[in-house]
């Protein structure tokens, strides 16, 4: 970016918070595909690096991204979106996703963690059932948003809203560190 560019006002297409959203959603469906591979090694073929960083991902990033979303977004297009858009059943719906998926993910978590650091399993197929609950539910969830909340953020949210959508993202970031 030149030096100036503080004296002219940026292009909402220059910082598009909604790309750093849908970024986060492609992360999350390597996590999920991530998941999977750990599910078919279990108990003994499974890769610990990539148990630690999905149990990562699973505590810290995960319930960050749901709070961007329930905080910042999700109530920015429920004032933009039109009712013939049919938004706010699925915003709830997703929303109450997010709540469940923060208890299953952190459970999850605590036990990719012992496996990343080379400890065996408590249960394997117990584990092995979480794990694939989990990603398949979490996809479905990330397909949702990423062909219907998505799309209709880019179409209703105005240059406003982009700007203190990004404005609420920083800030939790700023908390978080
Ligand atoms: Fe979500
Ligand atoms: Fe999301």
Redesign the pocket.
Same mark, same amino acid.
């Given at each position: 970016m030149s030096e100036d560019a503080g004296s002219e006002k940026l292009s909402p297409l220059a910082r598009n918070p909604l790309d750093m959203i849908s970024s986060a959603h492609a992360l999350q469906v390597q996590m999920c595909d991530a998941m999977e591979r750990i599910a078919d090694g279990l108990p003994d073929e499974v890769d610990r690096r990539l148990c630690g960083q999905v149990a990562s991902c699973l505590q810290y990033d995960l319930p960050l +991204? +749901?709070h961007d $979303?329930e905080e910042a977004l999700f109530p920015l297009l429920r004032k933009r979106a039109r009712p013939e858009d049919g938004l706010e059943e699925i915003l709830d719906r997703?929303t109450s996703e997010?709540a469940a998926d923060n208890d299953f993910a952190s459970e999850i978590a605590e036990a990719l963690e012992t496996l990343g650091q080379g400890g065996r399993p408590a249960n394997p197929e117990m584990l092995g059932y979480m794990l694939r609950g989990f990603f398949e539910r979490y996809r479905r +969830?990330v397909q949702w $948003?990423s062909t219907l909340v998505m799309p209709m953020a880019r179409l209703r949210l105005t240059p406003e809203d982009l700007e203190a959508l990004q404005a609420r993202l920083n800030e939790y970031r700023r908390q978080a560190s």
């Open positions: +991204h +749901h $979303e997703l997010h +969830h $948003e």
